[in-house]
């Protein structure tokens, strides 16, 4: 079965900052990412994934994701934070073998000082 | 519509109490997902719809937790005789096709309290 593991519950940074936050998962076969976020008040939306190919992936604000297989690591970074990325974010992973059926992680909630 | 609607947004029962969440996927969409966020808990799956095929229920935690997709569209799930650890907020979700790696669109939740 598929697992994902988020180990930072709450990150508090400065505005300006470096943000990464990990994300591991198991599962041994082919897999799609996710990293979804859920602003103050809002749905949760899809932030990026990775699909296939190239494992650096972009995504919206200026967030990116590198997809390292042999780590089972998908971390989530940013290089410079601003005060509007106050959220909760979540890494996700969905196994080829289960169509599109997502398992979450537990999430982690990001506080930035302005 | 615009996106996933979810009736009603805020439901209040007391314990013993059957109760019935609606969520109304984006048009065209084939597959419906029904999640659980409970305080300080990641988003836990339930169940998912894709298509005509039968749906996988695996995520549901006991047989008090049920949910229909009707001609393919808005999907209902019941709670029977609810207890005080179901209360959390229920997410449905939706995407256009059922293959791997499909972006899912989420509704705005129903957010459940049993007394």
């Known amino acids: 079965a598929q697992s994902v593991s988020q180990h930072n519950h709450h990150v508090i940074l400065s505005e300006a900052a470096s943000l990464e936050l990990g994300c591991n998962y198991s599962?041994?076969?082919?897999?799609?990412l996710f990293w979804y976020v859920q602003y103050p008040g809002q749905h949760l939306q899809l932030l990026l994934k990775?699909?296939?190919?190239?494992?650096l992936v972009k995504g919206i604000k200026g967030f990116e994701a590198e997809f390292i297989k042999s780590k089972f690591s998908f971390n989530l970074r940013k290089p410079s934070v601003q005060w509007s990325d106050t959220a909760e974010y979540f890494c996700?992973?969905?196994?080829?073998?289960?169509?599109?059926?997502?398992?979450f992680g537990s999430g982690t909630r990001l506080s930035i000082r302005p | 519509g615009a996106g996933v609607s979810q009736s009603p947004s805020n439901k209040v029962t007391e314990k013993g109490k059957d109760v019935e969440l609606r969520c109304d996927p984006i048009?065209?969409?084939?597959?419906l997902y029904w999640y659980r966020q409970s305080l300080g808990q990641g988003l836990e799956f339930l169940i998912y719809?894709?298509?005509?095929?039968?749906?996988?229920k695996s995520g549901l935690p006991s047989d008090r937790f049920s949910a229909e997709r009707t001609g393919g569209s808005v999907s209902t799930l019941t709670i029977q005789r609810t207890q005080q650890e179901d209360s959390a907020v229920y997410l449905c979700?939706?995407?256009?096709?059922?293959?791997?790696?499909?972006?899912?669109?989420f509704g705005p939740g129903t957010r459940l309290l049993v007394l």
């Open positions: 979700a939706s995407s256009s096709t059922a293959l791997a790696g499909e972006t899912q669109y």
């Open positions: 599962y041994g076969g082919t897999v799609n």
């Open positions: 990775y699909f296939s190919g190239d494992p």
């Open positions: 996700a992973v969905n196994a080829y073998s289960s169509a599109s059926k997502i398992i």
């Open positions: 048009s065209g969409h084939t597959a």
């Open positions: 719809f894709q298509g005509n095929s039968a749906p996988d």
